[in-house]
């Protein structure tokens, strides 16, 4: 079974086409990077709020830029994005060419900036778009009392939409791949139809003229002040892009280990190791039949037996439960769910996770 698809896969003799493998391994790279600084952000914002706190509330923009900054760069020098020359990949416009052009040679002005734009502003406003859900879904869920405005009602039916849109979203990417895999399109990928441009990759005399260019770069010499400059800000960028090219393996395994180390399971590890004895939980004044039972999974809503949706802790007792079972359980009852102790609306307390 495996020869007899091999060839969906592998890319024949002669072929200038990376095949499905190389080319959805460089969208992760990208798709990977993002996570990983924001990853470390949040270790350093966790260390010391006041001094990098900028930064977590920022990141966004400041990651876009450095992203512009990067593709602009690589665009210009390798005429690829930054994960495309990470896999000897080079991007040129989509038509008959019988001579294809040398990576050094740059792409055109037209598909340049369509690429820029596609490799830098689709992400951003995709994950600007994700965070928007987000939040509004939270706000739907802790919105008690039905949306009496327009505006209520037209972000609930923009909620109610959104998983289809995505769902057509990637689709759209999915279908495109199927069509490259077997041949079918010159694109894996939407976004490279749009820029008018495929991927094919870097030959023997790609390699050798960019070898020159890189060589012919740190040998000239010149006293005008623009090209010091200029010749300053390329430096600063090619520095910027080889740190990340060859830094990239130990960054993973670093960030990997922050990750271990940050995780809620060595952070338990190390409170039961270091810190005090843990007090018992409340006693239970009620044990009737209406009284709710604790759930073995311990982010399940003891009421409604879900996981719980925006977590809510009652002060007099501890425990935690959805916002809305809660509070209707409360209005109604005048009681904790688990202890029966005493308790009046006032003693919700809304627990809030350090991503919102």
Same mark, same amino acid.
């Given at each position: 079974?495996?020869?007899?698809?091999?060839?969906?896969?592998?890319?024949?003799?002669?072929?200038?086409?990376?095949?499905?493998?190389?080319?959805?391994?460089?969208?992760?790279?990208?798709?990977?990077?993002?996570?990983?600084?924001?990853?470390?952000?949040?270790?350093?914002?966790?260390?010391?709020?006041?001094?990098?706190?900028?930064?977590?509330?920022?990141?966004?923009?400041?990651?876009?830029?450095?992203?512009?900054?990067?593709?602009?760069?690589?665009?210009?020098?390798?005429?690829?994005?930054?994960?495309?020359?990470?896999?000897?990949?080079?991007?040129?416009?989509?038509?008959?060419?019988?001579?294809?052009?040398?990576?050094?040679?740059?792409?055109?002005?037209?598909?340049?900036?369509?690429?820029?734009? %596609?490799?830098?502003?689709?992400?951003? $406003?995709?994950?600007? +778009?994700?965070?928007? #859900?987000?939040? !509004?879904?939270?706000? *739907?869920?802790?919105?008690?009392?039905?949306?009496?405005?327009?505006?209520?009602?037209?972000?609930?039916?923009?909620?109610?939409?959104?998983?289809?849109?995505?769902?057509?979203?990637?689709?759209?990417?999915?279908?495109?791949?199927?069509?490259?895999?077997?041949?079918?399109?010159?694109?894996?990928?939407?976004?490279?139809?749009?820029?008018?441009?495929?991927?094919?990759?870097?030959?023997?005399?790609?390699?050798?003229?960019?070898?020159?260019?890189?060589?012919?770069?740190?040998?000239?010499?010149?006293?005008?002040?623009?090209?010091?400059?200029?010749?300053?800000?390329?430096?600063? %960028?090619?520095?910027?892009?080889?740190? $990340?090219?060859?830094? +990239?393996?130990?960054? #993973?395994?670093? !960030?990997?280990?922050? *990750?271990?180390?940050?995780?809620?399971?060595?952070?338990?590890?190390?409170?039961?190791?270091?810190?005090?004895?843990?007090?018992?939980?409340?006693?239970?004044?009620?044990?009737?039949?209406?009284?709710?039972?604790?759930?073995?999974?311990?982010?399940?809503?003891?009421?409604?037996?879900?996981?719980?949706?925006?977590?809510?802790?009652?002060?007099?007792?501890?425990?935690?439960?959805?916002?809305?079972?809660?509070?209707?359980?409360?209005?109604?009852?005048?009681?904790?769910?688990?202890?029966?102790?005493?308790?009046?609306?006032?003693?919700?307390?809304?627990?809030?996770?350090?991503?919102?």
């Amino acid at each position: 079974m495996a020869e007899l698809g091999a060839h969906l896969t592998a890319p024949s003799a002669g072929d200038d086409r990376p095949s499905i493998f190389e080319a959805v391994a460089q969208d992760s790279l990208m798709a990977a990077v993002k996570p990983a600084l924001q990853h470390l952000v949040k270790v350093l914002v966790e260390s010391n709020p006041g001094r990098y706190g900028f930064l977590w509330h920022w990141f966004d923009e400041i990651y876009v830029l450095l992203d512009l900054l990067l593709q602009q760069h690589y665009l210009t020098r390798c005429s690829a994005s930054f994960s495309e020359n990470f896999y000897t990949l080079k991007r040129i416009p989509t038509g008959d060419h019988r001579q294809q052009p040398l990576a050094t040679a740059g792409l055109p002005k037209r598909q340049h900036w369509k690429s820029l734009l %596609l490799l830098v502003l689709v992400p951003y $406003l995709k994950g600007k +778009l994700e965070k928007l #859900v987000s939040s !509004l879904r939270e706000e *739907d869920e802790y919105s008690i009392h039905p949306p009496s405005s327009s505006w209520k009602r037209f972000y609930r039916a923009f909620l109610a939409a959104y998983p289809f849109v995505n769902m057509t979203w990637e689709g759209w990417f999915l279908i495109q791949q199927l069509c490259y895999i077997l041949g079918k399109a010159q694109h894996h990928s939407p976004m490279l139809r749009l820029a008018g441009v495929r991927l094919v990759r870097l030959t023997a005399e790609d390699m050798q003229a960019l070898e020159k260019k890189l060589a012919g770069a740190t040998a000239s010499q010149t006293h005008s002040i623009k090209t010091q400059v200029q010749s300053a800000v390329r430096k600063a %960028l090619a520095g910027i892009a080889f740190s $990340l090219s060859t830094g +990239l393996s130990i960054s #993973v395994f670093f !960030l990997q280990f922050l *990750d271990w180390w940050y995780s809620s399971e060595n952070q338990e590890t190390i409170k039961s190791l270091t810190a005090l004895p843990t007090p018992p939980p409340p006693m239970h004044l009620d044990h009737g039949a209406g009284s709710a039972l604790l759930p073995k999974l311990k982010t399940m809503c003891p009421l409604c037996r879900k996981i719980r949706v925006n977590a809510t802790a009652l002060s007099t007792s501890g425990f935690v439960f959805c916002y809305r079972c809660v509070y209707n359980y409360v209005k109604t009852h005048q009681r904790c769910p688990i202890t029966g102790y005493a308790t009046e609306l006032q003693h919700l307390v809304k627990l809030y996770s350090p991503e919102s």
